[in-house]
């Protein structure tokens, strides 16, 4: 579409109409609320379709979907605020916003043909007692957002961030079940300087929060050091666990050690990845990290 270095004016695309003449570049699927870790994506994605010639635009879609929330409140609460996005997204290098309505996403709504379209959910979000247990409904519509997009952009790639590990897992057996043909790129966490994963949801940290979010990070840090230096994932997920539970305190949800490919148990050998989760003062925080054995 355009060469490496040209810079287009952001369009904002609010239908499906003529979506089809943007095909073929790469998506940044995101909620909005644009953060600098949203700005990495979108570099990345800049650079993919630069380097690998790609013919459509860098696309960034901003949807706050109303399928994955469940709770009414986290859905009400989810900051919006499409000018401030679309300008930090064409400062990123984004070239199209596809910021759709409910109805155009979901037409008819919940009971429409998409909102209740069969989602075929893989293995790493069935019953692994991580995100699938403590949001209910969020990877079935994830998973029926996610495939919306990429049918609708129809890019070559797309890009989520690594901080979302489950749902990276998950769109990335989606696209293959779909036969979408969507190559699916992971981005690393960004992380502010006290180790703080960036997230959308940080807004509504106060100051007093800080000491408990950071309670996340430097669990998985202690794991991740255990399980490098050879100690079992049992051993390591003990120590980060403790680490983060005196941080958090009730707020605790979960803190695993994992098959980083299947969200299952570690298997001998194969990379791990530990995947917390905990609810700091109204702010539900969840963060990842992992390592490969003998590394
Ligand atoms: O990670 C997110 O922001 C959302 O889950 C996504 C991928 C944009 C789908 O709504």
């Known amino acids: 579409m355009n060469a490496p270095s040209e810079r287009m004016p952001l369009e904002i695309v609010t239908t499906t109409d003529g979506l089809s003449s943007l095909a073929g570049g790469v998506l940044v699927p995101t909620m909005g ?7 990495q994506l979108i570099e990345l994605a800049r650079r993919v379709r630069d380097e690998r010639g790609l013919s459509g635009p860098v696309i960034a879609s901003v949807f706050v979907n109303p399928a994955q929330f469940n709770e009414a409140k986290d859905f009400e609460m989810y900051p919006r605020n499409l000018a401030t996005d679309a300008r930090k997204a064409a400062d990123a290098g984004c070239e199209v916003i596809f ?13 429409g043909p998409e909102w209740s379209r069969p989602v075929d959910l893989p293995e790493c979000v069935v019953d692994k007692g991580l995100e699938d247990e403590y949001r209910p409904g969020h990877f079935p519509g994830v998973y029926l957002v996610c495939r919306r997009l990429l049918e609708l952009c129809r890019p070559a790639a797309a890009v989520f961030g690594k901080k979302d590990w489950q749902q990276l897992q998950l769109v990335t057996a989606m696209s293959e079940r779909e036969g979408l043909g969507v190559e699916i790129i992971g981005a690393e966490t960004m992380r502010e300087e006290d180790g703080l994963a960036l997230s959308s949801r940080n807004v509504h940290l106060k100051p007093e929060d800080r000491e408990a979010a950071l309670g996340l990070s430097r669990g998985i840090r202690e794991a991740q050091r255990l399980g490098q230096a050879g100690a079992s994932a049992a051993e390591a997920e003990e120590a980060g666990r403790k680490v983060m539970r005196r ?49």
């Open 33 to 39: 609320a644009l953060h600098r870790g949203h700005h």
């Open 99 to 111: 910021a759709p309505e409910v109805e155009v996403m979901y037409p008819g709504g919940k009971d």
């Open 247 to 295: 941080a958090v305190g009730d707020g605790f949800e979960y803190f695993e050690v994992r098959d980083a490919a299947t969200c299952g148990e570690v298997v001998e050998g194969q990379p791990a990845r530990v995947l917390c989760a905990a609810k700091v003062g109204v702010t539900r925080l969840i963060d990842n990290d992992g390592w490969v054995p003998n590394e």
